[in-house]
């Protein structure tokens, strides 16, 4: 199994860059499903995780940001390696990631507030992300 390194630097999706004592922006696609290489096992247990849109960023203390493209979008999702062997899996992902829409709520069953939308075609895959912050896919 084939590991990427860290490709894509900014806009250059195909730059390869040594980010070790930098602040750098480091852009992957997960599309490839292929587990994908962080530069450490401290950025991996120190940075902050976020989702934006479908894509997983994660924010290291020292400013690197490494943008992971269209991660949510993947069932199931890969996983982020290490360099030095250490293994983030999307259950841990998504553990580490706070929901998108933190404060805003959907209540199931009989309610009097007015239904915002009602999906009545799907392209692709669509997710709902409960008040708990499950993330889930609807059909």
Known sequence: MAIPSHQGVGDNPGASRDVSGTSATIVVDASSRAPLMLPSSKFASDAEYLQQGDDLLLIGLDGTTVVVRDYFLLDPSPDLLTPQGGRVTPAIVDSFTPPEAVGQFAQAGE???TPIGQATSIVG?????????VRETIG
């Open 111 to 113: 309610s009097t507030a």
């Open 125 to 133: 895959k669509v997710f709902v992300v409960r008040a708990s912050g």
